[in-house]
Structures are given as C-alpha cells and as structure tokens.
C-alpha cells in the first residue's frame, strides 16, 4: 500500500523567510501528487498538483511554488513568506495499484508565520 | 465543473446516538465519491468510497453511506457513536482521473 511522508511536522518561521516542505512517497510508483493548504476553521483548498517529474499544476496564485523532481518526490517552496501562508499543509498522492483516483494523505505540516 | 456541499459545519450529537451527516455533490458526468475523516493534527484518513455498484457502502469504524444519484446526495451515517469519533469528516467527489473536489467539512462532537 502507499504511504505518504511530510516533514517537518511543525514549523515557526518569521515572515519574509523562505520555505521548503517535502513530502515522498513510498509503496507506489507514477503516482499523481498533490499539495493542499488547510487554514484555521476552513476546508481543504488545493495549491499544487503534479502527474509526472517537471509538470506542475497551479490552482491558486500566491507566494508558493512547487517541484517534483523526482518521480515520488514533492517540494513545496515559498522565497519570501507571509503571514497569511500560515496553514495545515497537506501532501496527497494517488496509487496506480488501486483505483487511480484515491487519495491518500500524509500526516501534514503545521505551519506558523509570525 | 463539480462542487460538493456539506450543509452542517457543526453537529454535537450525543454517545451511542446515531449521527448522519449530509453531503450532496454537483457534477454534469459521472462521480466517484469519498468521505474521510480527520482527527486533531492529522492527515486525513479514507472512511469509504463509492466507485459502482450497490448505492449503500461500508466503511471503517462502523460508519456507512448511501449514494442516491436522483438527489445528488452521498450522506453519511452511523447507527451508534462513540466519543473517539470526534473529528472533522470531508466528503469529496472526483470524475476520474482528477483532483478530489472537497466539501468545507463537517465538525462531529460527541458529547458523553
């Protein structure tokens, strides 16, 4: 079955700092690879998809960017950030071996801009 | 384009109650639908799935769902709760091959 890793668990940066979040996956290979941003009292909103290494879909346009650069690996990269990217963020992928469209989580990244 | 409502942000219900909890979805082609659950500081955690077939599905932890196609609804029910099943439940639907749509949640307290 695939698993999903993301870390750190937690972060405190200050605003106008970088960001880099990695989330790998294990237990599956091509999988469809997703980051989510989840605030305070609010559902899920999708930042980022990516089905292959280099191809990088945006949902929302903000501070944040995201790569693959290897086939079970997704980073999410912010240069300079601001309070309001304070948030649960989620990585997600799908198994090929099971019903292409499942999703599974990680266990997410509490992250505080102060 | 598909869109999912969950028409209760927050239901208390009390231990050993039966909870239900609503979903309903929009879509113009075929749907699969999902609910998961998360608790405090976690990820999130697939409860059942609808893909074909019988309307009424099993999941984990007791819970079950039906799909009803004419009222675009896929609700979620459990005969009896527990308080370990305090936590936020999200349904999505997907049309294959795409990002789940998520619904903004649904906040389950038990209270003893």
């Known amino acids: 079955s695939q698993t999903i890793h993301q870390w750190p668990a937690t972060l405190v940066q200050p605003v106008g700092s970088p960001l880099s979040l990695e989330c790998t996956v294990e237990?599956?290979?091509?999988?469809?690879l997703y980051w989510y941003r989840q605030a305070a009292g609010r559902g899920l909103q999708l930042l980022f998809y990516s089905v292959g290494i280099g191809q990088i879909s945006s949902e929302v346009p903000q501070n944040l960017s995201a790569s693959r650069p290897q086939d079970r690996q997704f980073i999410l990269s912010s240069k300079k950030l601001l309070l309001s990217d304070s948030g649960f963020y989620l990585c997600?992928?799908?198994?090929?071996?099971?019903?292409?469209?499942?999703?599974?989580f990680g266990p997410g990244t509490r992250l505080t801009v102060t | 384009a598909q869109s999912v409502t969950q028409l209760d942000s927050q239901v208390p219900v009390f231990e050993e109650a039966p909870v239900e909890l609503r979903c309903n979805y929009s879509s113009s082609v075929s749907v699969y639908l999902f609910w998961y659950v998360q608790y405090p500081n976690q990820g999130l955690q697939l409860l059942l799935k609808?893909?074909?077939?019988?309307?009424l599905v099993k999941g984990i932890n007791g819970f079950e769902a039906e799909f009803n196609k004419s009222q675009t609804s896929f609700h979620l029910r459990k005969p009896s709760v527990h308080i370990s099943d305090t936590a936020e439940y999200f349904c999505?639907?997907?049309?294959?091959?795409?990002?789940?749509?998520f619904g903004k949640g649904t906040r389950l307290s038990v209270i003893a």
């Open positions: 237990g599956t290979s091509n999988p469809n």
């Open positions: 999505a639907v997907s049309s294959g091959n795409t990002p789940l749509v």
């Open positions: 609808y893909l074909s077939g019988s309307t």
């Open positions: 997600a992928g799908t198994s090929v071996e099971g019903p292409y469209y499942e999703q599974y």
